[in-house]
């Protein structure tokens, strides 16, 4: 890789980085069809593509780009308009900077931990501009709920996070995971916890899908959307989705460590994330939505004290046994 | 001239003129949006200069935070789509606006311009990494830094302090006082 | 956070995880076709040959969907200086299925098991309006319907067997019977049968065995219990009629056919 030239080598970088964000959410969107409808006694989608239904997002997406493109009369154009890719782009440098091996990485940066950090939480603002140009009130309510939510679980995630990169002594996703070590599991499980919670909610999944909650407020922010920019809010949210999963699975379960990883580095750290993700979907189907009031005591009254006193203990832990 | 001077120059032009657009519009979130697009290419400028903690700081605090809050705010309270005639300002305040930005630039670029213009910097081997920014944050000016923790607290606690006062003054009687640290209505 | 939130979460992700490993309840239709119960409410089948154009089906239905026409025609007496007889004669029965609620009062009601549920259901139409099956489609349905239930092994006899059981009572019977016994329905519908092998006791007669045809095929031979069963059902019947009328226009001689009117006047 070395040897080529380094234009060529960006745009091989770029065009790979663009193929893993086209097709490992779709991935994390098939395997939500399936376990979700076997877990509720269903089978999912079986026809497109013939086996098991396999294509039925291409299907979804081939359909979604037919449908009319509408901008309400009355919504601000140009904000309505840019607001897919506000929410969607953030998510593709994110995961431009995640490693999954030490060499294979989109873009090595040197603290990538806060670049992660940083553009995840700038996707809210896409909510943002969505519900607010939308000119319909129950696209406000949902973009006013995503960002009180994500403004309170913005500061458990990044306190979790904190605590990982004291403990590896680093900021570079690449140091930590390769500072980690199985004890880690332990000592760093309340922190794994509240990130995983913060993780939920920063993606406005369920139990924390408060912003969307359709039996309340329609579709939150998205309401007034269809065609390309609705499928664009929608492949943010599972490319939010497979940016945590990847994310989790660098911090908190070693990445690339297992057996043979000197070749096989990559499909470990794929195949964590993966589980990460059905995990993300089994929450989903498993448990009720929380309501607004219940999800702010959560962040406010667990989880942050969880993750100072993770933050407490991994301190403890680096100056004890350095 | 590199691509580094291309670039940097790019991403200035961008922050001054979404600046500008930032004061000028009349759109109250346009105004909010205009400012995001000015700090974020702000990080974009450190990020140019090689400072990458800093330009990511500044993503994440001022871009991902901070305007998110006047957002929300502005959001929360009033904000039409379309122009706010409530925002329209007489010529005289425009223009002596104007005068002020301008006195402000040339008095920074008569200032700085002279200081470091012979100085240079290997920006491909950055001399200040991320652990020498902590060093320095936590060694040389850890007093500075302590202080300035201990105000934000204070205004912390102050702005809690003001926000019970006015529930009190307006007689909820169901509502006990809350120390600060805890909303209101969180504790049992 | 309420005491046993914690266990009640577990419980959720534990259900939902069981449920995962086990198996779904889709019905998988097109491609795998539903194991219906028996007796399962279809289509309504016609024997257009058991109709006697009594209109009680069209009269109970609550939907108002069953369409009959038909006329009368006028049977010249079967021996010189008889009397003439009249019959119903079917001109059209159609069931509107658009508007049919599939209660089955209809066959409920038949006095002469011309209706009968069939189990077939994929029927749907793209035009509303060809939910309409006339005659022809709804004798088509026959061919679908099951044999009736099996009788329960200590129950009493089928009432045609018994019938068909009795010694006639007069030479006049038989001759009727040996001219009625190749009615025109008779393959219709299947035979009911017990459920176990009893006909060693409660069948005697071989020739019993061969009329347990079905009740309306035992009513239109009309043969032996001719006399038990015209207090039951109306003398006229229309195999019977027709095959006479047959008869009739064979030997040359012309049927006075007396059209009458019935229920929906605006279609013909």
Redesign the interface.
Known sequence: MSDLSPWLEVVLRAVAVLAAFLVLPLLVGQTEHK?M???????GP?YAGGFHGWAQLVADGVKFVQKEDITPA???RW?FRLAPFVALIPYLVALAVIPLSPRVVGAD???SV??V??????G??GT??A???S?NKYS?LG??RA??Q??SY?LPM?LAVASVALAAGT?SLVGIAEAWNPWWLVWQLPGAVVFLVAALAELQRPPFDMPLADSEIVFGAFTEYTGLRFAFFLLAEYAGIVVMSLLFAVLYLGGWSGPLEEWLGWLWTLLKGFLVAVVVI??R???PRMREDQL???A???LVPMALFQLALTAVGVVVHP | MTTRDLVFTAVGVVTALSALLSVTTKHVVHAALWLLVSLGSLAGAYLVLGQELVGLVQLLVYVGAIVVLVLFALMLTRAPIGPHAEIDTPWWQRVAGALLGAATTVLLGSLLLPLFSGATADLDTPTTTTPEVAQAVFGTWVWPFELLSVLLLVALIGAFAVSRLVLHREGAEDRRPVTAGAPAGERR | MADGMLPGLVKGLATTARSLTRHTHTAEYPDVSPALPPRSRGVIALTEENCTSCMLCARECPDWCIYIDSHKEELPPTTPGGRARQRNVLDRFAIDFSLCMYCGICIEVCPFDALHWSPEFEYAELDIRDLLHEKDRLGAWMATVPAPPALDPGSADPAEVTAAAKPPRGSAGVAGAAGGTRGAGAAARPARVRREATSATAVPAPEAEQTRVMPAAAGRTASQPAAEQSALLPPADGAQAEEAADQASAQGDSTQVLPTVSTDEERE
């Open positions: 376990v409808a076997h877990m509720q006694g269903r089978l079986m009355r919504a601000d904000v940066v040197d603290a806060v670049l950090l940083a553009v995840i939480g700038v809210i603002i943002l501009m519900g607010w140009a000119a406000l973009a006013m960002a009180a994500l403004v913005e990044v900021l089994w929450l189907v498993s448990w702010q005591r959560l406010w009254m667990w």
